[in-house]
């Protein structure tokens, strides 16, 4: 019974909210305009509407918001009821029967994010990350559930309706209408917003500075140049992008891939292309995931046994007023050189400046932990349910799955090719496999490139000395994040 009356209550209420534009749009036409202009057909009626200056002059539409309740008799109701039109109904209104009609992408959708959630929870593929966008995946493709739907306004002459209070809007200096919300957006929508407008990645990055330790880059400001080589994959995935149809934009979104750095894709996709989000996230994270997997390959292959077995001295001890010092001179530095990476930079530096203080404990504390698994978890579940069916299957999806690899692989080589030609002009006093580590993977590089020089040489701890690399990666992938939205934003 609930289910009749609420499908007369929502039939006409429907009836009701449709037949208001065109009320308005005609009990408007004997006003003598001063201007008349188009107006979005989402908005008002189709094509030409008549405006008015002065808000007196509209002509309200009444609303008999009593007979718009109405539903008829209780005897009508369940004259009208039938037990086989609403099994029928229960079962058109339900997903699964979406799904066999022909919305088949949802379900294909929703097999891959069992995957995902496979790879995260079985194989521990980055699963702090790669399981919320996993789940957001999921959710966003559950047929019929609207979790990510958009919120739907419509535009009436009336200054309230149903006792709320519209909000106007204007052409120019003339009054068009009042703006209401016919109909909210889904959750996901509105925690997107943190996305979408650049708040969460920076916010991941003040809690990935407060747990970084920039001491082994002071000690060895060599190595910030290992940092930078290990942004080569970036310019050449830009490049390939650039070569196989992508925009510039499109492009430097996938270049950033590269950087092996999860919030900055990110940042930079939402900034530069939007629509690309899902693809380019999965990619990022899942291949950081495989950085154990993509880089001993490329290690071996253009560095020597004799090289790798290459055991590096003890870093200098780094005064705690060099680890206070060095966060605000790197911020004030890239700030003014690159203004665009200030977001991300000043975040990074802010949250290590917490850590390296000593004055600020409960602050830093609070970015390493509860800040930071708070907004891990809305960017996860939201960039997830950007990867909708009809954005995602697409062929663009395969080249930028392919592309990530080739910037991942781009980002060791130049690491590992720049730290052969420092080998050598150091007598060999470096390590060349510590390049590598110039993906910002933190910390996950420097222990692949530990790994590697201990198994060609027990005695080899090349942690620390990988450490310096890994993270002049992070500042330097927010630089060429910087410069990419500076040239295409």
Excluded at 70 to 90: K, N, P, R, W
Excluded at 427 to 436: D, F
């Amino acid at each position: 019974m609930k289910k009749i009356l609420s499908v007369f209550l929502g039939l006409a209420l429907c009836c009701m909210l449709a037949a208001l534009p065109v009320c308005a749009e005609e009990a408007a036409a004997p006003v003598q305009a001063e201007t008349a202009a188009p107006v979005d057909d989402g908005a008002v009626g189709n094509g030409m509407v008549t405006l008015v200056s002065d808000p007196g002059e509209l002509i309200p539409v009444y609303v008999d918001e009593a007979a718009e309740g109405a539903a008829g008799t209780l005897e009508q109701a369940m004259a009208d009821f039938s037990i086989g039109e609403t099994v029928m109904g229960l079962v058109k209104d339900s997903g699964i029967y979406d799904m066999v009609t022909g919305n088949w992408k949802s379900g294909l959708m929703i097999l891959i994010s069992f995957v995902l959630l496979y790879l995260a929870i079985v194989k521990q593929f980055e699963p702090l990350l790669l399981m919320p966008i996993a789940f957001g995946m999921l959710l966003t493709n559950l047929p019929l559930a609207g979790i990510m739907d958009e919120p739907i306004y419509e535009i009436l002459s009336n200054p309230t309706y149903h006792g709320k209070a519209g909000i106007p809007i204007y052409n120019g200096e003339t009054l068009v209408g009042y703006q209401y919300i016919k109909q909210n957006g889904g959750l996901l929508y509105y925690l997107y917003q943190g996305v979408k407008l650049g708040i969460f990645p920076p916010l991941i990055f003040m809690g990935v500075g407060a747990m970084t330790d920039f001491g082994p880059l002071i000690a060895n400001p060599k190595s910030l140049l290992l940092g930078a080589a290990a942004q080569l994959g970036i310019f050449m995935a830009f490049i390939l992008a650039l070569l196989v149809g992508f925009s510039p934009a499109e492009a430097s979104a996938i270049g950033i891939i590269g950087g092996a750095d999860g919030p900055t894709a990110i940042y930079v996709t939402t900034k530069l292309a939007p629509g690309l989000l899902g693809p380019i996230a999965i990619a990022a994270y899942s291949y950081m995931a495989l950085v154990p997997v993509i880089q001993p390959p490329i290690m071996k292959a253009f560095t020597s046994k004799k090289d790798r077995q290459i055991v590096m001295g003890q870093l200098r001890p780094v005064s705690k007023a060099e680890k206070i010092v060095f966060p605000i001179v790197v911020t004030v530095l890239v700030s003014l050189m690159l203004p665009s990476a200030a977001p991300l930079v000043g975040m990074l530096m802010l949250g290590n400046l917490c850590k390296e203080c000593m004055v600020a404990d409960r602050l830093s504390k609070t970015a390493q932990n509860e800040l930071m698994n708070i907004v891990t978890i809305f960017l996860g579940v939201t960039v997830g349910a950007t990867a909708k069916a009809e954005t995602f299957l697409q062929p663009e999806t395969l080249k930028i799955i392919a592309m990530g690899v080739f910037a991942f692989g781009g980002g060791t080589l130049g690491g590992v090719l720049l730290g052969d030609l420092m080998c050598k002009l150091s007598g060999g006093k470096i390590n060349p496999l510590i390049g590598s580590a110039g993906v910002s993977a933190v910390p996950m590089a420097a222990r692949v490139s530990q790994k590697v020089g201990q198994a060609e040489n027990p005695a080899n701890f090349l942690l620390m000395h990988a450490m310096g690399p890994n993270v002049a990666g992070v500042i330097g992938s927010a630089v060429a994040a910087g410069v990419f939205i500076s040239m295409f934003g």
